[in-house]
């Protein structure tokens, strides 16, 4: 089975820009989840989408704005981009349970922004 | 809030050492527990994770944790570290319920000396 994929894996933005991010899920995954990722502030959550429903929500000002399409894939995307959002994002799959959310990483997105 | 602490953002170890890194969790519900470990340039992959039943569990790479509730702990250990497994460690308590975010530890940059 495929794993989780991210386009592109690097990307380097000017500031003011706007960014396009891709995930393809784990076949059958309907659950994606985004991260970003700093040395400073580790993993910190941004969303979560499932059967194209935003679930779950972090702590991310509004220029950062995701969806899901119907088969599971997501985009992400940032819209005026400031130097502080370089960082490595991350996409994470999964099959929803009961007993807890195992996560399937993608290898992440590096985006600078200079 | 749940919250979770990593002891020690940086542990370095001689190869054929023991492997100790330290998780604390904060719950007034024992949560479902999970290590990932991020090798460099790479996205993160599951090492192993605790739901429930047995307290010690075992993971990939001869890792393994001990879920130990009164101490609130989920350390990580291995009993002699190789040089492959130099990478970062993050442990994840996990909430089950509506809102399964996982809730991330800033991480253990493990460096593995010769």
């Known amino acids: 089975k495929a794993g989780v994929t991210q386009t592109p894996r690097y990307l380097i933005k000017t500031r003011g820009q706007q960014v396009t991010l891709s995930c393809s899920p784990i076949s059958g995954h309907r659950s994606v989840s985004w991260y970003q990722q700093t040395p400073g502030q580790g993993l910190q959550f941004l969303f979560e989408y499932f059967s194209e429903t935003q679930r779950n929500k972090g702590n991310f000002p509004g220029r950062f704005s995701g969806r899901q399409f119907s088969n599971s894939r997501s985009e992400m995307n940032v819209s005026t981009l400031e130097l502080g959002d370089s960082a490595l994002y991350l996409c994470?799959?999964?099959?929803?349970?009961?007993?807890?959310?195992?996560?399937?990483f993608g290898p992440g997105t590096r985006l600078t922004v200079t | 809030a749940q919250s979770v602490t990593q002891l020690g953002s940086h542990v370095s170890v001689s190869e054929g050492a023991l492997v100790l890194l330290r998780c604390n969790y904060s719950s007034s519900v024992p949560p479902y527990l999970f290590w990932y470990v991020q090798y460099p340039n790479q996205g993160l992959q599951l090492l192993l994770k605790y739901t429930t039943g047995a307290t010690l569990v075992k993971g990939i790479n001869g890792f393994e944790a001990e879920f130990k509730k009164s101490e609130t702990s989920f350390h990580l250990t291995k009993p002699s570290a190789h040089m492959s497994d130099a990478a970062e460690y993050f442990c994840?308590?996990?909430?089950?319920?509506?809102?399964?975010?996982?809730?991330w530890g800033l991480g253990t940059s493990l460096a593995v000396n010769p």
């Open positions: 994840a308590p996990h909430r089950a319920g509506n809102n399964r975010k996982l809730i």
């Open positions: 994470a799959s999964s099959i929803p349970g009961p007993r807890g959310n195992e996560q399937y």
